[in-house]
């Protein structure tokens, strides 16, 4: 029987904080939250991301440089911060019951990762009415594109919602283009996943409900890049909307009309669209005999966060 005083639980600590950390590893290398989005390390209580709007393009230098501001749009991100608070009762301690600590301390290791995942597929699904730097919602049809380069003039107003009808009310599937510097989706990172226990036997707690807190601390928060390296759509997923949708991403064009060059790279879609989504990419050769011209065009990522 293991006597509950401060050296039992600064040694159950450590054992548990080795158990999380490592299990959150494991976890975090095949990540969804990593393949979607790109992590910015924040350093301050807010991160604003004010080049999102305009970025200059290269040109000949001819003369003195050409300074260009960056927009007036304003888009921040402010971090959050979340927790995750387990009691482990103190009798399982007194009996010394090491595998439950193990599983205990894995299982939140888990969590961890699995809170990012969701966070980030929460970007997607709530993109329809959630505002990004432009001011319009992610998913929008009314996302001004101007016809100079300094953003002045009348907006064309570009959507990047695909619809085979204004009646779409299908599951939502989503290209994005995932192989720029920075993704459509941003997870914005303050501090790391944190693992604490408090080692005083004479805490409240354990006074008060013979249980022996542990808990997870997190703070960072989540947020959206360029929407037009993202289009999202209601419409049947088939053959001929999947494509649709890519020429869609393809042909968006910034301020001054100059095309963008984005390519579609992934098909992001919830389990129940993962048939669907396999019949366009992983059949090489069509019923009719005919070979599939999307076979493998974009990867297949299935996020069960969607459903």
């Known amino acids: 029987m293991a006597i509950l005083n401060t050296t039992t639980l600064n040694n159950l600590r450590t054992t548990i904080r080795g158990e999380f950390n ?11 939250y990593k393949r979607l ?17 305009k970025f ?18 304003s888009y921040q991100i402010t971090n959050k911060k979340y927790e995750a608070t387990l009691g482990v009762d103190r009798a399982d301690i007194e009996d010394d019951n090491l595998g439950l600590y193990s599983t205990i301390a894995q299982s939140m290791g888990q969590e961890a990762n699995d809170f990012l995942d969701r966070g980030v597929a929460a970007l997607l699904k709530d993109g329809f009415a959630s505002l990004c730097y432009d001011g319009q919602n ?18 064309t107003l570009v959507s990047n919602i695909y619809k085979k009808t204004n009646a779409d009310a299908g599951t939502p599937w989503f290209l994005l283009s995932l192989n720029r510097p920075l993704k459509p989706l941003i997870h914005q990172e303050r501090t790391k996943m944190e693992l604490e226990a408090l080692t005083d036997p004479k ?41 649709e949708a890519y020429k869609l991403m393809q042909g968006f064009k910034r301020d001054g009309g100059d095309p963008m060059g984005i390519m579609p790279t992934a098909l992001v879609v919830p389990p129940s669209l993962q048939s669907n989504a396999e019949k366009i990419l992983k059949v090489a050769q069509l019923a009719d005999g005919g070979g599939n011209i999307n076979y493998n065009k974009v990867e297949l990522i299935v996020n069960p966060w969607l459903e």
């Open 56 to 73: 200059p393009q290269m040109r000949e230098w001819v003369g003195q440089r050409v300074v260009k501001d960056m927009t007036e749009s």
């Open 37 to 53: 989005a790109t992590t910015i390390v924040s350093s301050s209580k807010t991160n604003t991301y004010d080049w999102l709007g």
């Open 203 to 243: 805490d409240e707690t354990v006074f008060m409900e013979d249980k022996v807190r542990y808990g997870i601390r997190y703070r960072g928060n989540f947020g959206y890049g360029l929407w037009q390296q993202a289009v999202a759509s209601k419409a049947d997923l088939d053959a001929a909307n999947f494509e």
């Open 22 to 32: 490592i299990a959150f590893k494991n976890a975090n290398s095949n990540s969804l």
């Open 138 to 155: 992610f998913f929008d049809d009314s996302h001004p594109v101007y016809p100079k380069t300094d953003g002045t003039g009348t907006a």
